[in-house]
């Protein structure tokens, strides 16, 4: 890969780093003991876990009623985690493929993690409507279309929440190849500079006898550009068919055809918020400021600000169109957001969604990264917000005011929620413990350039 | 077997061929090339490795899927000697009367495999074809665990010839014996009672909970006979109640919801005005309600009857006081009566018999008696006489007694002073209770003598004059215990067992057969006292109809005399002066009435018809009460009234109810069961110590409570809480006049043009047409007592989930009845003009959140704090159930497929198949689908029936018990419908409209249910499918429901 450098443009990694320096630096988390700062967050995050697995155990055991779901809102927080999830997982995917295919080369150093991200945020997602079913144990595999000894059963492909399990399997097992697949030169690198037995052996198995000669390398660039282009049409069509789920519903303030693009620009704009949050995180935690620069925070608000911006673009469209429409119970679901009793979880929303994003447009803001930080958070709260309100606000009050009924959560549904992001840390953690956070392979092939 | 005819499968079996004939003896048609399979040489195999690779594919997949089979074992105990009557599978139904109340229902009952599962109305039964929601419930008080088991002694277990030894020696030393016995019509039992007071000298007391006494003293004064008259409401005109709740809980609710919806059919119907305090059911039913505060009721009725005998120029009752009420209201109730002279009621639920005689001198002036009230064929239903106990507490108290028995009676519970009652039974030695529950009163008696359910009891009833009725056993005894009259006659020496045993070989009923003293009894009786019944056949007729009428009473001139010219003081005396004064109203809940099955689950779980509240009772408050005192809804009070106080009572807003007036149900305050704490808790509170004595009864309305909020609050567990329309389109209604007009009155409004993705359904069976089954709804009927609640639930076995869980709106039933508040604009404030609310501007009755904000707000600004808007409600009633959608939201999204449409226009919940993922649930538009969010049956969490052997007695074999996690819904009682398709197909015939009946429509006194055949077009259903007031729900949605609801129309 030959570029013409231009010095006008900033590095894209910074401080002249040397090949050498690139391996050592990022090698070092998994060659070295782990610190006491991964130690108190890796116990904390299987504190969490465990939560979750008791949780999930009661749900399971007990039955949905340990949750505070009614005859009317008959989903709540857990829907309302599952798009949140799988939302965050989108940026992985847009970083990792659509930005490889326009050759994005500031994406090198953050696609690792936005990846792996990806494939813990939708684990943690595929969760929710996993055990948000009344018979899980039947349930988990009867949505596929399986040969049994029943009789004659079919699924319904007419059901959007059947298009999910196919949408989301698919995701997940595309992202997964394509981050194992990124992975596999720099597990090589690592076997190669393993001094331990069991890490020559592990990292030997793992990186399935990767040799580094040029037809390696070719394939592998082919193989990439392949994946990209199949995970492509999956970062628009997997939150697509989620909000189908609700989209082809007749609920008042479901209903909408803008829901698609709504909801990739929603999924894109809290991916991008989690990623933030992480990076943020791990490049002060890790001292990888030199990879991931400011110039990448940078970028990555400026998508923050664009996505968001695109939803609340959708979130007025919608008012719009339920005023025009006439109908009235479409009117009254969306004059019920805004003033209704859920009033404050809709303007959170706005406030997080639209306006806070709005502080973008100052260069201070794009690259103070405490900054960007607080706003991140605040996206993802925004983001879980968003997905409340459609999925609580539009149930409770729906066509026949005799089942209009509130809805709150018991500790179990709070306990399922901050228990994934138990499991979302435990994995990150042991992620950033044994396998390199940064593409060690791609970013040596860009630490003289600028762009 | 000769005769059968011979169908042939093709020409060649007609014919006979050779070839035909060659090939019968083949299995197969075609040779399988199983030659070329096995004539293979040295092991070269002539079929190729792609048919190698199918084989083994195949037989793989084979093996694995035959391997996935698990089947399961079931057992099955076949009978060894068949009773004759039994057939498994099959249900049998008896005639019978229901004995959990006095009124006396005649009812059928089914029975399956020997347990009797449902109670429903017997149709040729004076009461129709209907039941009441108690009625229903009242079956599981069969299967109680609450229930003794043994007769008790000193609160120990005995047997029966301890115990009969005892008493009878106790009873042979009493100089007095006393037999206090609620309402008893049944001619054979008071024979008992007669025969058992020649051996000891006894006085019989009938008391009832809530007596009729000033109705039969009135009756006694005026007409000469202590009685309560037969109403035919259907023949009336005009209908003026004066708080009397004749649909819900007065007298015979359920004969009167038949007779009055039959005198309401659109075009000719009565009209129905309604005075009163608290929102009752029969005054969210009137056309014309007025809020009354009922300590004034006396001056209403005295100044209704001078407007009515100045106009026909008789005495006038000496008034002082004046009533003066806005927009001539009496004026114009007294012009509609006079106009329909001879065609009108006229009552009250007051118990004064001043009032009382006032109401019979109106319905003398307006000719009414012999026209619509009778009062030769009159009902036994209520006998009971306040002063009569009142009485006997006096006595028993100076020692007049020496033993009491007490039958189907629980003073201790329901006497306003429980002390003064204990008091007296302190001074009787022998104290006998035939309770079947240790209640209130059995827990202070020396000896209980466990009465039989009434479903295990022979008997007979006389609930009216000449309207007789049998009861029958339809399980023999659960447990040890014994028919009351077998009780008393077994203690004067007639409990002999029967030398010959009527029912040997019967194994059902022989098992226990002391029952059986009974049954020769009452045969002997009815053959000996009986005019038409003459001998054993007969007698197994009436048997097997249930019922035996005699003739009716020709009508006959009446005398009707009254003082009423002394009656000035008599009412000024009971009309407070101060207009101030807080009235308090007692009342009885349509469910639990007067507490005597306070317990039972079914009654508590459903919902109050117009508060819908379930599982307490509560003080109801009018708006510009709460707003004064600050009480807000939640909040608990303390009240009291002549030194009697309760505290941390509940506090519910009800619109409707009058200002300066407060409402508490009476029948709480009993031991029930619940979720909660396990087992037994007390189930709401008390309100019988608040009866005032007045004038020789007991009343129900008391003026000058004190009512002052406490410390802490309280959440009342409501199926509905957003009680208004919110303007939207579900219920449609129209006056009479613009009904006379256009018969699309209020269903007029243009229909959408609808679009639809798929072609319809065609309910075709190959090529003719199958069955299509829909419903249809009168709304204009439906009285919304919820009867069919509680018949759904049993029918198909829904859980009851308790107050907890009704909170977190999870209850199950299949059937709701949606009940709507219109806020009548009385003072016309116009918020038309405000922007905000501009396009949510309601001019007369206002339904809209928005909209009762703006009248709350023009309220506060006035400051004279009346809330007219809040007392003056109109009300709709709407009974809901799943609408089978031809076009169902629900059908589309399940993943596995779970609900179906049927071929025969169902919907249908498949539970085996569902995963329970709710998205069904959340999709449709009615909120009819419940989910199992526990494992209801077999959790002692919650402690119902579903979990315990006795209780499971209930089931209904025919549907299935849901597990956690799965959906359900009404399904139409798709088990009836196999039921009669497969009756119609044994006897080769077609099906006939009406022969299947769903459970709620069974159980509708109102007759407002109509279900059957679309594609039967002569079927009722599909004529009012295309009756001018039909409308489907939410129609620009384009479900094509199964369910169809009929325009209400007021008669305004």
Redesign the interface.
């Known amino acids: 890969m030959s570029h013409n450098i231009t010095t006008i443009r900033p590095r894209l990694v910074t401080k002249d780093k040397s090949l050498a320096d690139v391996s050592n630096e990022i090698c070092r988390p998994i060659e070295n003991k782990p610190s006491t700062t991964w130690k108190i967050g890796f116990t904390l995050a299987v504190i969490f876990f465990g939560l979750l697995a008791f949780t999930l155990a009661l749900t399971t055991l007990v039955g949905i009623g340990t949750w505070g779901l009614n005859k009317s809102v008959q989903w709540g927080w857990d829907i309302t985690n599952f798009v949140w999830w799988i939302g965050i997982g989108h940026a992985g995917t847009l970083i990792s493929a659509i930005l490889l295919l326009f050759r994005q080369k500031w994406r090198m150093s953050i696609n690792r993690s936005a990846e792996a991200m990806t494939i813990f945020a939708v684990l943690c997602a595929a969760l929710f409507p996993l055990f948000h079913m009344g018979r899980v144990w039947v349930g988990a595999y009867w949505v596929f279309p399986l040969p049994n000894a029943f009789g004659s059963l079919w699924v319904n492909f007419n059901s959007p929440l059947l298009w999910d399990v196919f949408a989301v399997s698919t995701y997940f097992s595309v992202s997964l190849v394509f981050w194992y697949l990124g992975l596999i030169p720099d597990i090589a690198t690592i076997r190669d500079r393993a001094t331990t037995k069991g890490r020559k052996f592990w990292y030997n198995f793992f990186s399935m006898g990767w040799t580094g000669s040029t037809r390696t390398w070719n394939r592998y660039e082919v193989v990439s550009l392949i994946l990209a282009g199949i995970s492509t049409p999956l970062v628009l069509s997997v939150h697509t068919i989620v909000s189908f789920d609700f989209a082809t519903s007749v609920v008042p303030g479901w209903h909408t055809t803008i829901f698609p693009p709504y909801f990739v620009a929603g999924a894109i704009f809290s991916g991008f918020g989690m990623v933030c949050t992480l990076l943020i995180i791990a490049r002060k935690v890790l001292n990888y400021e030199d990879y991931i620069t400011i110039g990448h925070l940078e970028a990555m608000a400026k998508v923050l600000m664009l996505t968001g911006t695109l939803v609340g673009l959708a979130y007025i469209t919608e008012f719009f169109v339920a005023a025009y429409s006439g109908v009235e119970y479409e009117q009254y679901a969306f004059l019920n957001r805004a003033t209704g009793p859920y009033w404050w979880a809709y303007w959170s929303m706005m406030t997080c969604n639209l306006v806070a994003p709005q502080f973008f447009w100052m260069k201070w803001a794009r690259t103070t990264p405490w900054f960007i930080f607080f706003l991140s958070i605040v996206v993802n709260v925004g983001m879980w917000f968003e997905r409340f309100v459609i999925i609580v606000t539009s149930l409770h009050r729906e066509y026949l005011p005799s089942g209009w009924a509130l809805y709150s959560p018991t500790w179990v549904e709070i306990g399922i929620y901050l228990g994934t992001f138990g499991m979302f840390f435990t994995f990150f953690f042991l992620f950033a413990k044994f396998l390199p956070v940064i593409n060690m392979a791609e970013i040596k092939t860009i630490l003289k350039d600028s762009e | 077997m000769s005769n059968k005819t011979q169908y042939w499968k093709g020409e060649d079996e007609l014919l006979n061929t050779p070839s035909f004939q060659a090939d019968l003896k083949k299995e197969f048609s075609e040779d399988l090339p199983l030659d070329e399979v096995l004539q293979e040489n040295n092991f070269e195999l002539s079929s190729n490795r792609r048919d190698f690779l199918k084989f083994f594919g195949f037989s793989i ?1 084979a093996v694995a ?2 391997a ?2 698990k089947a399961p074992i079931r057992k099955a105990i076949p009978y060894l000697v068949k009773p004759e009557d039994v057939t498994p599978g099959v249900a049998n139904y008896y005639n019978s009367t229901l004995g959990a109340s006095s009124e006396g229902y005649g009812v059928q009952i089914k029975v399956r495999e020997g347990r009797p599962i449902k109670v429903d109305g017997n149709p040729n039964s004076f009461s129709g074809r209907g039941l009441s929601a108690l009625g229903q419930a009242s079956i599981l008080s069969l299967y109680d665990t609450a229930r003794l088991e043994n007769p008790m002694k000193g609160g120990k277990a005995t047997d029966w010839a301890t115990i009969d030894g005892e008493i009878e020696k106790a009873l042979a030393a009493s100089k007095k014996v006393a037999i206090v016995s609620g309402t008893i019509h049944s001619p054979s039992a008071l024979s008992v009672i007669q025969k058992f007071a020649e051996k000891y000298s006894t006085d019989h007391i009938t008391y009832d909970a809530i007596s009729y006494s000033g109705i039969l003293k009135a009756n006694l004064d005026g007409f000469g006979k202590a009685v309560i008259p037969s109403y035919d409401f259907s023949k009336s005109k005009i209908i003026v109640s004066f708080a009397a709740d004749f649909l819900g809980t007065w007298i015979s609710p359920v004969e009167y919801t038949g007779s009055y919806t039959r005198g309401r059919v659109p075009g000719n119907m009565s009209r129905h005005y309604q005075f009163e305090s608290n929102l009752s059911l029969t005054g969210t039913n009137a056309d014309i309600r007025f809020p009354m505060k009922q300590s004034s009721e006396a001056l209403y009725i005295a100044t209704l009857y001078n407007r009515i005998a100045e106009k026909k120029g008789t005495a006038k009752i000496p008034v002082t006081r004046v009533l003066n009420l806005a927009g001539n209201v009496l004026d114009n109730v007294a012009k509609d009566l006079l106009d329909n002279e001879g065609k009108s009621i006229i009552i009250s639920g007051s118990n004064d018999p001043y009032v009382q005689q006032m109401v019979n001198g109106l319905n003398v002036l307006l000719g009414n008696y012999g026209n619509t009230i009778d009062l030769n064929n009159y009902s036994n239903q209520y006998k009971g006489l306040d002063a009569d106990f009142d009485k006997f507490i006096s006595d028993a108290t100076n020692g007049a007694y020496d033993a009491v028995i007490f039958w189907d009676a629980n003073p201790i519970y329901n006497y306003h002073k429980a002390d003064s009652v204990k008091n007296a039974l302190a001074k009787i030695k022998t104290k006998i209770s035939l309770s079947g529950f240790i209640d209130e009163t059995a827990e202070n008696v020396d000896y209980i003598c466990p009465d039989n359910h009434y479903l295990e009891s022979w008997g007979d009833a006389e609930p009216k004059k000449g309207k007789l009725q049998i009861l029958q056993p339809t399980i023999s005894p659960v447990f040890n215990t014994r028919q009351a009259e077998v009780s008393l006659l077994t203690w004067i020496g007639l409990g002999e067992k029967p030398a010959k045993d009527p029912f040997a070989g019967k194994e059902i009923m022989a098992q226990k057969f002391d029952t059986s003293i009974y049954y020769t009894y009452l045969k002997n009786f009815w053959i000996t006292n009986v005019a038409g019944v003459t001998n054993e056949a007969a007698f197994n007729k009436v048997l097997h109809d249930g019922v035996y009428n005699l003739p009716m009473i020709e009508n006959t001139p009446i005398s009707f005399t009254a003082e009423f010219s002394t009656y000035g003081p008599i009412i000024s005396k009971m009309v407070p002066e101060v207009n101030s004064a807080i009235d308090l109203i007692l009342y009885q809940k349509v469910g639990i009435r007067d507490g005597k099955f306070c317990g039972n689950p079914w009654v508590q779980e459903l919902p109050d018809p117009v508060s819908k509240v379930t599982w307490d009772n509560y003080v109801a408050l009018p708006k510009a009460l709460a707003e004064k005192k600050g009480i807000t809804e939640g909040d608990l009070v303390k009240v009291s009234l002549n030194g009697i106080t309760i505290d941390q009572f509940p506090v519910l807003i009800q619109p409707g109810q009058a200002n300066n007036t407060i409402s508490i149900a009476l029948g709480y305050g009993r031991k029930g069961k619940s979720a909660e704490k396990g087992a037994y808790e007390t189930i709401g509170k008390n309100a019988y110590p608040f009866a005032p004595f007045v004038n020789g009864t007991r009343q129900w309305v008391a003026s000058g409570v004190q009512i002052e909020k406490v410390a802490g609050n309280y959440v009342l567990a409501q199926t ?3 009680n ?5 389109d ?1 219920l449609r209604e129209a006056t009479q006049t613009e009904f006379n007009k256009n018969p699309y009155a209020g269903n007029d409004m243009p229909r959408p043009h609808l679009y639809e993705l798929w072609s319809r359904h065609e309910y075709k069976r190959d090529d003719n047409p199958g069955h299509y089954w829909a419903m249809a709804i009168d709304l204009n009927a439906c009285t919304g007592c919820g009867a069919c609640v509680v018949a759904c639930s049993i029918e198909n076995n829904v859980p009851v989930v308790g107050r907890d ?1 009704v909170r ?4 199950m039933h299949w059937i ?1 009845i ?3 508040f219109a806020f009548k604009n009385v003072e016309h404030v116009d918020y038309s003009n405000d922007l905000l609310l501009k396009r949510d501007y309601q001019k007369d009755f206002v339904t809209k959140e928005k909209g009762i904000e703006a009248l709350d707000r023009a309220e506060a600004k006035k400051k004279d704090g009346e809330y007219l808007y809040y007392e003056n409600v109109q009300v709709m009633h ?1 009974p ?1 159930m799943c609408q089978h959608c031809d076009n169902a ?1 629900c059908e ?6 779970a609900t179906t449409h049927s071929s025969e226009g169902l919907n249908q919940m498949t539970y085996n ?7 069904c ?3 449709c ?3 009819v ?7 209801y049956n077999d959790n002692d969490k919650f402690d119902f029936f579903f979990n315990n052997d006795l209780g499971k007695m209930v089931i209904n074999p025919d549907v299935t018990v849901r ?5 359900e819904k009404c399904s139409m009682c798709v088990q009836r419908i196999q039921d009669g398709k497969l009756k119609a197909k044994r006897e080769r015939r077609e099906m006939i409209d009406g022969e299947i009946e769903t459970a709620c429509q069974r159980s509708c006194p109102a007759n407002a249910i109509v279900f059957g055949d679309l594609n039967d077009t002569s079927s009722e259903v599909s004529k009012l499918y295309k009756n001018e007031r039909s409308y489907h729900l ?1 129609e ?2 384009n479900l094509q429901q199964g369910v169809k609801y009929l325009t209400k129309i007021r008669n305004i």
């Open positions: 997949t899927l035959a996935c089979n509905q809480t957003h208004t329309i919110e303007g939207r579900l869980e977190r709106r999870r209850e709701r949606d009940r709507y709407q809901i939201p589309t999204v399940c993943p596995v497929l198949r569902c995963i329970g993922t709710k998205y649930a959340n999709n538009p009615f909120k689908r419940r989910f199992n969010w526990f494992r597990t956690r996690g799965v959906m939410l620009e949605l």
